[in-house]
């Protein structure tokens, strides 16, 4: 029997990355899954769609913004009334924008504060609303090795990730009496779009301090959040677990040209 046989969930920026992997590796598992994302990925996300049917999985694509409330309760409403239940979410949705602290334009703050923060909460909580009311369930939120340390050029998306590691520790403890097992992941370098779209330079940034010094995968993230959403970490509650090749067990190493000069 397959982990997640009979189980139905959601996961969010689901287009590509971590996300395509995730939600392939849940469908391989049995569960069958709604891929959410924004409605201009609409192409890569049904490409995720089509992957999984291929592989004889369940899928559909539904477009959601995760930072509109009424966009995310019709999310958590179509995984309800398209698959009868809602035993998952992976909220794995999230942006980035760059800039020394001083720098940074407050519409750029604001917008990843609105997803990668306020979007997280608003998918825990109507998650949450309808698990505890039929009987539990799993959530997994996508931290970042940023929301564990310090990451120089990214004060706005290390501020929502750190926010991020807050919320998954804070409602785990409120509502693992219901049955509700909350835990986040904390990737470091992966080979996501996200990533391999930075320069050389602050590519660098994230394997300075890696000792295995090579990129992680999308599908080994995939791995870990499945543990993460089984059975097999029933006694889980409330963790933050680095995917990092080892980055955040040593000391950042520091560069004085990551600095500003003026």
């Known amino acids: 029997m397959r982990l997640f ?22 469908a391989r598992e049995g569960a069958r899954v709604v891929i959410a994302d924004i409605e201009a990925s609409r192409a890569n996300s049904e490409e995720t769609v089509a992957i999984i049917k291929a592989a004889g ?12 409330a009424d966009q995310v309760k019709q999310l958590v409403d179509t995984v309800v009334s398209t698959y009868g239940r809602l035993d998952f979410a992976f909220n794995n949705a999230g942006i980035l924008a760059t800039g020394f602290t001083a720098d940074i334009e407050e519409r750029d703050f604001d917008r990843i504060m609105a997803i990668d923060v306020k979007g997280v909460w608003l998918c825990m909580k109507y998650a949450i609303l309808h698990m505890k009311a039929h009987g539990g369930g799993v959530i997994v939120n996508t931290a970042s090795e940023a929301g564990l340390v310090g990451t120089p050029n990214a004060g706005a998306y290390v501020a929502a990730k750190h926010a991020v590691v807050g919320l998954t520790k804070t409602a785990a403890g409120e509502y693992a009496n219901m049955k509700i097992r909350i835990n986040a992941i904390a990737p ?7 990533v391999l779209d930075l320069p050389k330079e602050a590519q660098d940034v994230l394997m300075d301090p890696q000792p295995l010094h090579r990129f992680g995968t999308p599908e080994e993230v995939a791995e870990a959040v499945i543990f993460l959403s089984s059975d097999k970490a029933a006694f889980i509650i409330g963790a933050t677990l680095s995917i990092d090749g080892g980055a955040t067990s040593n000391a950042q190493s520091y560069n004085s040209k990551l600095s500003p000069s003026t």
């Open 57 to 68: 999985g369940e899928a559909l694509f539904l477009p959601t913004d995760v930072s509109k």
């Open 5 to 26: 046989d009979g189980k139905a969930g959601f996961v969010t920026g689901a287009a590509s990355g971590i996300g395509r992997a995730t939600a392939v590796a849940y």
């Open 188 to 194: 470091g370098a992966i080979a996501t779009p996200m």
